[in-house]
């Protein structure tokens, strides 16, 4: 009699430590989530307030009159202000750098990484590390050398100086994404094209372009983030509204004893959805491509 | 010229463009700050960038005690950030692999705070740490945790954690994704087989799971090695150094000295040991890299 009891007992108690193991999980999940959520969440909800509500005491925690006249003010729209911040301008620019850093960084990038998957050759190895390391000098420890440089040839507040710039940033990272996505690709595909008559330029463009499409695009995106993203170099290397970006921007709303919290929070929120919309479109191939790019040499 | 037209010069004609670009926007800076960090260059006399000096400027960083404390704090920041964010991010990574209904939802959640550069991330923390108006004092005196605002930002020790504390944030998502996707590639059978041996948790965890994973922490500490110098745009704006030097890193520093007093030659030296130190550490991650990647390739 006994010996059933206990064999009754033993499963539900298992069940019951299974049950209570996955609630912990589940709460400390929900946990980080909140963390990691709600700084982001507080600012996106400060953007909409008008500034009496910041200011106040007690904290009014959600939004009591939702406005959008922190976002009017800093494109200068309000007819009260009358000088707004050029916002629009920094916007502009930011897209315009951006983008095309992107484009010739994805194009060059993409050769390189071809060779590195597809071809052996002496230097490569020493080649790519020296790629990789190139990546890793701090951006304001080179803005030094660039600024002397920069002023010398006319290229200081220019957007064509920091598109260069941030060429550089891009390729080698784009060089290792690529590399990745192309040893992913079977030799085979293409050496059948080209027993068929393909050269091997047309090989390429025919059936490993197409095939290594998705990570190319991740890799664009990749490398439009951190020309989006970037302060260190832009911050010195630009001056006005020429070419200032929307990162520096955001530095215009801090005086020295004041901040415009509520603008600032407007700004923060316009160079935070550009990248919200891309970092959800190649999330998946973002993954993929960091690790079996990297893991599978 | 035919070498050129050998199929041997393919990759090299390939890499070309890339290797001129490095040149001209990575190699060149390097060697003219190496040789301006050789001359008093100041920014109001351009004159001072032809007038060699030899190791001045770094014979007076020996002894710049400004220099030698951002120089320590530098290096205690980063290795308290990223130990903090790989033992965050395996934790992380763990839980959400223990849970099967929602995974991907979860794991698009985790991607948050990646979208954020650093100067918002900056921002963020700024106005979460403010004393006045801030989330953090506001939400710990509405609980009744606190009755004076603590001074986040305004005292040193606080500052400092604050700093680490917006660093962990932003980038212990990057190891958690990596490592998540390692967690999900381990095949289901040597699992299976070190609990039908009898290991308990930790030691599956310690034996199988651990090495399994090495590969995945260290592509996620050379990516984030990559871009640790990313933490000067942060520290930029939330306390830009102060309050009174007490959160001076050797980037903030350097953009002090280089920028503000125009001291141009002595920043460059700062800056080559900043160079110098990410460069080591980059290299010391890839070289583990590349080792643990032959290992991989040699056990499959």
Known sequence: MTSVVTELAVPRRRSNRKLRRRWLVWAGVIFAMIVLCLPGLWVVLTAFRPNVEVLARPTIW??????????????????????????????????????????????????????????????????????????????????????????????IDTPLGLIIVYLAINIPFTIWLTDGFFRQIPVELSEAAM?????????????????????????????????????????????????????VGLMDFTAQFTVDWTGMSAMAVLIIIPALILTFIVQKHLIAGLTFGGVKG | MNFLRSPRAIPYLLLLPAILVILAVILLPLLVSLWSSLTPYVLTRPASLYQFVGFRNYERLWGNSDFWWAFLRTLVFVTVALNLEMVLGLGLAMLVNQITW?????????????????????????????????????????????????????????????????????????????????????????LEAARVDGCNAWQVFRHVTLPFLMPFIYIAMTIRSLDVARAYDMIRIMTNGGPAGRTEMLWTLIARVGYQNSQMGSANAMGYVSILLSIIFTFYFYRKLASARAFMGGAQ
């Open chain 1, 195 to 247: 027993i068929d008559g393909c050269s091997r330029w047309q090989a390429f463009w025919r059936v490993e372009f197409p095939l290594a499409k998705s990570g190319l695009a991740s890799a664009a995106i990749f490398a439009f983030l951190t020309s989006w993203n970037e302060y260190a170099l832009a911050s010195q290397l630009t001056r006005t509204t020429a070419s200032k970006t929307m990162p």
């Open chain 1, 62 to 155: 959600l939004p009591q009159n939702p406005t959008l006249e922190n976002f009017l003010k800093i494109f200068g729209l309000l007819p009260q202000v009358q000088e707004g911040l050029p916002v629009g301008q920094y916007f502009l620019n930011s897209l315009v750098i951006s983008v095309t850093s992107t484009v010739v960084a994805v194009l060059i990038g993409m050769a390189g990484g071809y060779a590195f998957a597809r071809f052996r050759f002496p230097g490569k190895s020493t080649l790519f590390i020296a790629f990789m390391l190139s990546r890793s000098v701090p951006g304001v420890a080179l803005s030094l050398p660039l600024f002397i440089l920069w002023s010398r040839v006319g290229l």
């Open chain 2, 102 to 190: 929602g995974q991907r939802t979860i794991r698009t959640i985790m991607m948050f705070p990646m979208m954020f550069s650093p100067i918002l991330v900056g921002f963020l923390f700024k106005y979460l740490l403010n004393d006045s108006i801030g989330f953090v004092n506001n939400a710990l005196y509405s609980l009744g945790l606190i009755t004076d605002p603590v001074p986040w930002l305004v005292d040193g020790t606080l500052a400092n954690l604050s700093i680490i504390a917006a660093e962990v944030w932003m980038s212990t998502s990057v190891f958690a994704i990596l490592l998540l996707a390692g967690l999900m590639a381990i095949p289901a059978e040597p």
